[in-house]
């Protein structure tokens, strides 16, 4: 029986190339969607309202502290999950033309 050692096998290793600068050079051109700017003061209001802490209203939404800390800085690139799950755990909208008023 004979054992024939591949090398490089099984490793995920690309070189650089003409596809990599393409990649980069199509990034540029990407507009990532921005937080409407009440938005998170709408969170910070909701959540002081409910005494709750970032940490606490993370571990109720499922996401990590740095998450809700991105939302109530305003640096998150929005994600519609994320803010469904800040909607129902605050009660307040965070999307459309009502932001920060409670839901019905």
Not at 48 to 64: D, G, V, Y
């Amino acid at each position: 029986m004979e054992v024939h050692t591949k090398y490089g096998a099984g490793q995920n290793k690309v070189l650089g190339g003409a596809n990599q600068k393409k990649i980069v050079e199509s990034e540029e051109d990407i507009a990532l969607p921005e937080l409407n700017p009440s938005v998170p003061q709408a969170i910070q209001r909701a959540r002081n309202a409910l005494k709750m802490t970032q940490k606490e209203l993370a571990f109720k939404i499922n996401e990590r502290p740095g998450v809700i800390n991105e939302y109530e800085s305003g640096s998150a690139i929005p994600s519609q999950a994320v803010l469904s799950k800040l909607e129902k755990a605050l009660n307040v909208k965070l999307r459309g033309k009502e932001i920060g008023r409670p839901l019905k």
